[in-house]
């Protein structure tokens, strides 16, 4: 071995160490805290309004602006 390859593989061993802390996996997450839960719920229930909403409109065959102004008054209505 040259004394190149013996300084690169003393590198390569010096850095191992450090890339293998860096890449661990991090802690298990903290339980979800009820404000995290109450916004999950509501991002689920303005979901199912804007689903429901849209089927409406749908089925009343609307589009483009009447479309636009319906589902703006829908969402508006549940709140």
């Known amino acids: 071995m040259n004394s190149r390859s013996i300084l690169l593989?003393?590198?390569l061993a010096a850095a191992l160490p450090v890339f293998a802390l860096a890449t661990t996996p991090?802690?298990?997450a903290?339980?979800?805290s009820t404000a995290a839960s109450t916004?999950?719920?509501t991002t689920t229930d303005q979901h199912q309004l804007?689903?429901?909403c849209?089927?409406?409109a749908k089925t009343k065959h609307l589009a483009g602006k009447d479309r636009k102004?319906?589902?703006r008054t829908c969402l508006?209505?549940?709140?």
């Open 54 to 56: 849209s089927a409406t």
């Open 30 to 32: 903290p339980a979800a």
């Open 26 to 28: 991090p802690a298990a």
């Open 39 to 41: 916004m999950a719920t």
């Open 9 to 11: 593989a003393s590198v």
């Open 76 to 79: 508006k209505k549940s709140q």
């Open 50 to 52: 804007m689903k429901d």
């Open 69 to 71: 102004e319906f589902m």
